[in-house]
């Protein structure tokens, strides 16, 4: 088990990390293509954040990365956020991005296949979004590890399935598909 100070040490860390994720909301002014790729690195940093509660070794390290989630998708006009130690700022949450993401591609003028893809999309990413939510507010309230833990799990594969990144042919679309049509998948990775 690691030291307390070593635990403190990456509480800060990340901590940070999720400061920087935070800071990264979609600008009200910023086009369709920024917008897109801000939604994608904050719900990679949501991916990473459950990644870390599913391995906390202690029930108030996952707690502290589940909260962090919960920051990041509700923003602090959330219910239930809770503003990190020492900020003070408005903070927009990931809901709030998608919820101006959706709005932009309504504004858009695409290819009818192409605005199907992209509502279909958009659909799901909420869906998921709003189950991960529910999944990191249920582990809050747990107190036992193993199962916040479980609950964590759940977040995680609801925000993956937000992300999509298909196993294979056959998927369900997600904002993967959406960096597709706009050409900026930016995971590296040839399809």
């Given at each position: 088990?690691?030291?307390?100070?070593?635990?403190?040490?990456?509480?800060?860390?990340?901590?940070?990390?999720?400061?920087?994720?935070?800071?990264?909301?979609?600008?009200?002014?910023?086009?369709?293509?920024?917008?897109?790729?801000?939604?994608?690195?904050?719900?990679?940093?949501?991916?990473?954040?459950?990644?870390?509660?599913?391995?906390?070794?202690?029930?108030?390290?996952?707690?502290?990365?589940?909260?962090?989630?919960?920051?990041?998708?509700?923003?602090?006009?959330?219910?239930?956020?809770?503003?990190?130690?020492?900020?003070?700022?408005?903070?927009?949450?990931?809901?709030?991005?998608?919820?101006?993401?959706?709005?932009?591609?309504?504004?858009?003028?695409?290819?009818?296949?192409?605005?199907?893809?992209?509502?279909?999309?958009?659909?799901?990413?909420?869906?998921?979004?709003?189950?991960?939510?529910?999944?990191a507010l249920r582990s809050l309230r747990q107190r036992r590890l193993e199962t916040a833990s479980e609950e964590m799990r759940r977040v995680y594969a609801f925000l993956a399935a937000a992300y999509e990144r298909p196993a294979g042919h056959s998927t369900v679309p997600g904002l993967w598909t959406i960096l597709r049509v706009y050409g900026?998948?930016?995971?590296?990775?040839?399809?």
């Amino acid at each position: 088990m690691p030291s307390r100070r070593t635990r403190r040490t990456f509480q800060l860390l990340v901590l940070a990390v999720t400061l920087a994720g935070l800071s990264q909301a979609v600008s009200a002014d910023g086009g369709i293509e920024d917008r897109l790729v801000a939604v994608s690195g904050r719900l990679r940093l949501a991916l990473s954040l459950s990644s870390f509660a599913v391995y906390a070794p202690s029930i108030a390290d996952l707690h502290l990365h589940a909260q962090q989630i919960v920051n990041l998708l509700e923003g602090s006009e959330g219910a239930h956020y809770v503003p990190p130690e020492g900020a003070d700022e408005i903070v927009r949450g990931l809901r709030s991005d998608l919820s101006a993401l959706v709005d932009s591609f309504e504004k858009a003028s695409f290819e009818q296949e192409t605005r199907t893809r992209i509502a279909t999309a958009t659909r799901n990413i909420t869906s998921y979004v709003e189950m991960a939510l529910e999944a990191a507010l249920r582990s809050l309230r747990q107190r036992r590890l193993e199962t916040a833990s479980e609950e964590m799990r759940r977040v995680y594969a609801f925000l993956a399935a937000a992300y999509e990144r298909p196993a294979g042919h056959s998927t369900v679309p997600g904002l993967w598909t959406i960096l597709r049509v706009y050409g900026l998948d930016t995971s590296g990775e040839e399809t």
